[in-house]
């Protein structure tokens, strides 16, 4: 089982729309988990850490089930920009080594 | 505040060739990562220093790959000889000390990454 499983997608999504990406992780150890995002060619960038109580960001929504392992984004009235791939991320479980663990991705597309 | 630099953006070699990148994380960031970014997939963790010392390079294949950050600052990572399957983007990380407040989450910050392509 691969240590973070994401839907690659493509999601094609009109402008407007509301659209939600899950991720599921495999060590139950994990201590924090974030989503980034990367552009097209681009370095990746922290868009949110993921809180156990659930926590908001503007337009974007992000939840942690520890006891699924399941995390999960939701974007509301998607906006052109948002287009890219958003990588579901863990970090480790402690004892220094704290390098993080990300999924595949799940490509985004807003259209217009 | 500058960013995590990185050099060179692009390379391309021939397998079994020798090829090195450098990187310079955020001045006063302790800890700098190393990922290999294969297209189509997330990055993977390299190699991971506190300072010059080496914290995780459990993923690192170290028949071939190289890191060092002598001084604590700077970074190379190598590969010699390379192989078709390591062409990637290889991104530079770094971070700094939590920010403060309730739930402190370190950023790692990246760097542009160099785009190697192996012939």
């Known amino acids: 089982r691969k240590e973070v499983e994401q839907d690659p997608g493509p999601f094609n999504v009109p402008e407007g729309a509301t659209v939600a990406f899950n991720c599921t992780y495999s060590n139950s150890a994990s201590q924090s988990f974030f989503w980034y995002r990367q552009d097209c060619r681009k370095e990746p960038k922290l868009l949110m850490s993921?809180?156990?109580s659930g926590n908001e960001d503007g337009r974007f929504t992000a939840q942690l089930n520890r006891a699924s392992q399941y995390i999960s984004l939701l974007i509301r009235d998607s906006k052109l920009s948002d287009s890219a791939t958003y990588l579901c991320v863990v970090k480790g479980s402690g004892g220094g080594a704290d390098g993080l663990t990300f999924g595949k991705g799940t490509h985004l597309i807003i259209q217009p | 505040e500058a960013g995590v630099a990185q050099s060179p953006r692009y390379k391309i070699i021939e397998k079994r060739q020798s090829v090195a990148f450098w990187c310079n994380p955020i001045s006063g960031h302790a800890t700098l990562y190393w990922y290999q970014q294969i297209l189509g997939q997330g990055p993977k963790l390299l190699i991971q220093?506190?300072?010059?010392?080496?914290?995780?390079d459990s993923q690192l294949p170290k028949d071939r790959f190289s890191a060092e950050r002598l001084k604590g600052v700077d970074s190379t990572l190598k590969i010699q000889p390379a192989k078709l399957e390591d062409s990637a983007v290889y991104l530079c990380?770094?971070?700094?000390?939590?920010?403060?407040?309730?739930?402190?989450?370190?950023?790692?910050?990246f760097g542009p990454g160099t785009r190697l392509l192996v012939l």
């Open positions: 990380a770094s971070t700094g000390p939590p920010p403060p407040g309730p739930n402190p989450r370190e950023t790692q910050y």
């Open positions: 993921v809180y156990s």
């Open positions: 220093f506190q300072n010059n010392g080496v914290v995780d």
